[in-house]
């Protein structure tokens, strides 16, 4: 573990590591280490329970295992999903998403040099990844930064991302397992943060917001993406269920469970007003805000591929799905000099 890259979650002081274990200079709290990543969570909780029993099965074959294998391993056991009926063909489909991890890394990279051009700046001192996931998105911000954070709340997923960085032989990044309303990063050392679609996870997306404004640096930025509510097509994400966002946020989970029994549903869909008042509430200037669409990757759902391949030759279509699709908000904070 990198000197310097983290902090107390608690009091934000410095570090000590001895291998197993990192605790805290200042107030003496300590947290365990696994497979080199740090575990910044509160153990009492049943998520963390039930995740550490995955965590478990992946740390006996993280050395004999293949990156594929071990997503194949952990979608079977349940991991990063809320139901417990996924029929064959789903968990199937899962695999697939969690493996095609290339077309991820290749539309961030494209992203973030659009985004560098218009900021007129090509390489980044730090680096972070709030909510990295499995680690598609570490691997761009890898090729840019000159030290990369990975940040996620799931034990497992930080596994598989460290299998990643390992097959790609990246050795430029550091994960820790926290929540993104407690970073263990110290403040403005960040120049450059991402986040893409974390805040419909959180618990409390506006202390989520004010963290990553604190270990920006002034003037540093970050771009997050989140689903949007009001989308027309395609159906919510995370439940392939039609027009949830449309609904009282009340009738959402009940509505949810009639079409997917056994789905604990608690995702926050956003509107704009509802982005513009987290920026308010962040101090940070929102100075970038878009609808995710981008006709020149097919969709990772095979459902949807057949559409995909017939409107990307049709321009007046392709235009009439960018109005329709708005399936996700990107937006970039900023964080004011002063």
């Known amino acids: 573990m990198s000197r310097g890259l983290f902090c107390c979650v608690a009091c934000h002081g410095q570090l000590t590591c001895n291998g197993f274990q990192v605790t805290c200079t200042a107030c003496g709290r ?3 280490i696994v497979l080199g990543i740090p575990d910044f969570r509160d153990r009492k909780s049943q998520y963390v329970q039930d995740d ?3 965590v478990a099965r992946l740390q006996e074959v993280f050395h004999t295992k293949s990156r594929d294998e071990l997503v194949t391993i952990a979608v079977k056991m349940g991991s990063f999903y809320h139901d417990d009926r996924a029929t064959d063909k789903l968990q199937a489909q899962r695999v697939h998403n969690r ?4 077309q991820r890394a290749q539309v961030m990279s494209e992203r973030l040099v659009q985004l560098r051009s218009a900021w007129g700046r090509d390489h980044f001192g730090v680096g972070a990844d709030i909510g990295c996931g499995s680690g598609p998105n570490l691997v761009s911000l890898a090729m840019i930064c000159d030290q990369v954070v990975g940040i996620d709340a799931s034990l497992s997923e930080l596994i598989l991302a460290k299998k990643l960085l ?8 550091e994960l820790a397992c926290a929540y993104a309303e407690a970073l263990p990063i110290p403040s403005q ?3 450059l943060a991402i986040s893409m679609y974390v805040l419909e996870h959180v618990t409390s997306p506006a202390q989520s917001l004010v963290e990553a404004n604190r270990v920006l ?3 540093a930025k970050l771009y997050f993406a989140v689903p949007y509510r009001y989308a027309l097509i395609p159906p919510e994400p995370h439940t392939h269920v039609w027009w949830v966002g449309w609904l009282p946020r009340r009738w959402q989970v009940p509505y949810v469970r009639f079409f997917k029994p056994g789905f604990e549903y608690n995702i926050h869909l956003f509107s704009f007003g509802e982005i513009a008042n987290l920026a308010l509430q962040t101090n940070a200037h929102l100075c970038f805000v878009s609808f995710g669409f981008d006709p020149r990757y097919p ?4 459902r949807y591929q057949r ?4 409107l990307r030759h049709n321009l007046l279509l392709l235009k009439l799905a960018g109005l329709l699709a708005r399936k996700s908000i990107h937006a970039v904070l900023t964080r004011p000099m002063t």
Not at 307 to 310: A, E, G, M, S, T
Request: charged content about 25%; aromatic content about 10%.
């Open 299 to 302: 969709p990772l759902d095979e």
């Open 189 to 191: 050392t960040v120049d």
């Open 52 to 54: 550490l029993e995955q």
């Open 217 to 219: 640096k002034p003037g």
């Open 30 to 32: 300590s947290w365990p």
């Open 307 to 310: 559409i995909w391949r017939i």
């Open 99 to 102: 493996q095609a991890w290339q």
């Open 166 to 173: 390992n097959q790609e032989r990246i050795n430029n990044v």
